[in-house]
């Protein structure tokens, strides 16, 4: 299990690290924020396609195999990042980061949806958060006394540590995964069936994940250059955020224990929104904090739903599909989020994020009325 973790751990810090270090590689290589969206888009586009074939090579390959290769790929694209000369070698280094991260996390989120719980599933994606978290640190204080390059090599060799690790526990057999057993329960399908279920789950991984990229991805450029927040005082709310996500995963992972995940949905949905509000307003710490422990069980929690919602044989199938859905979300956001900070305003951002968090919650309450209403009928059939 330890193995698990170091991989989420691992594969939180790219995303941590790409928007602390913006400012300084826009300036070095001379792109635009239109520019900088694209090299979003191209990773996510990557990301989404690799992710959307994981329940095929499942089916030739253990989970943890991919999730291996895949982390060397990962590790190839961080150091390509560090030595990139111009913005074409930064691109090449963006789509081979893009596939090996779309091949690890849905693999990884594959195995980890079979074999634990959501209590677990939150604590793993506590783990990314950490990841995510501390690389915005690392390449803050490696700014501030080498340059972005230095920053990128630091979190090269941090997560070169966790690759060993992770080579080591695969190369040893020890990632088992649980079998999925066909029960009385599933017999009865008490899980939504047909595709158009699967597609609005899709919509809402879509959303979310393009509302949190977009926090992560413009906040410090936001606070600098519409705001005037001292680039110190900036770089510091991306690891406030990560931080608040990583707290509030651990937290929910004991909640989980208590009451449904759609519940915690709701509640964190609903916390994330009041925190978007107050940065629309002040550029307060505090806003930052309560986006981050609002969209904490989210992600971790929609995961956890989808053994639950939907058919368990295809658990792999759509846990890649859904990964594929969420790194599109990113790849749109990206370029839309770019034309709107462009066109309209920087302080766009915000709004916009409000947006996407209020459509997402109506999407994943339309799911569940349906999933209450199709568990209702069968249990009158029972009778």
């Keep these: 299990m330890m193995a698990v973790y170091a991989t989420f751990l691992a594969l939180g810090m790219p995303d941590g690290a790409f ?53 060397m790929l990962l590790l190839a694209g961080m150091l390509g990042f560090a030595v990139s000369r111009n913005f074409f070698e930064l691109t090449a280094a963006t789509v081979v980061l893009g596939t090996g991260m779309g091949m690890m996390d849905s693999a990884v989120n594959a195995f980890a949806a079979k074999s634990f719980s959501a209590k677990h599933m939150n604590w793993l994606h506590c783990f990314w958060a950490m990841g995510g978290a501390v690389s915005p640190m690392i390449m803050r204080q490696m700014i501030i006394f080498y340059d972005w390059r230095a920053g990128y090599l630091a979190v090269f060799a941090v997560q070169a540590v966790f690759a060993f690790f992770v080579g080591m526990s695969i190369l040893k057999g020890l990632w088992v995964s649980k079998e ?67 707290a509030g995963r651990f937290i929910f992972g004991y909640v989980t224990d208590k009451i449904s995940g759609s519940y915690v949905i709701r509640i964190g949905l609903a916390t994330a929104v009041a ?29 956890d739903e989808t053994k639950k919602r939907f058919d368990p044989k295809l658990l792999s199938k759509l846990v890649g599909l859904q990964i594929a859905a969420a790194g599109a ?55």
């Design 19 to 71: 928007g602390v270090a913006l400012p300084g590689m826009r300036e070095a290589m001379g792109f635009s924020f239109e520019r900088a969206a694209e090299i979003v888009i191209v990773h996510s586009i990557f990301y989404s396609v690799v992710a959307s074939l994981t329940g095929r090579l499942a089916k030739y390959f253990k989970l943890e195999r991919i999730t291996g290769f895949g982390f």
């Design 180 to 246: 999925i057993k066909t029960t009385e329960t599933a017999s009865k399908k008490i899980f939504l069936s047909g595709k158009k279920f699967p597609i609005i789950q899709w919509f809402v991984f879509f959303l979310y994940t393009g509302a949190e990229y977009s926090v992560t991805f413009w906040t410090v450029s936001i606070l600098m250059e519409s705001r005037g927040v001292p680039y110190e005082a900036a770089a510091v709310f991306p690891a406030v955020y990560l931080g608040s996500l990583m």
């Design 275 to 303: 925190g978007l509000l107050v940065l629309t307003f002040t550029s307060s710490i505090v806003g930052i904090a309560l986006v981050g422990f609002g969209f904490a069980p989210v992600f971790p929690c929609l995961m």
């Design 329 to 383: 979300g990113v790849a749109l956001s990206a370029f839309s989020m770019g034309r709107i900070l462009t066109l309209i305003s920087l302080e766009a951002l915000f709004p916009t994020v409000i947006i996407c968090a209020a459509v997402a919650f109506a999407l994943n309450e339309f799911i569940e009325i349906n999933l209450r209403y199709h568990l209702r009928n069968i249990a009158e059939g029972d009778k």
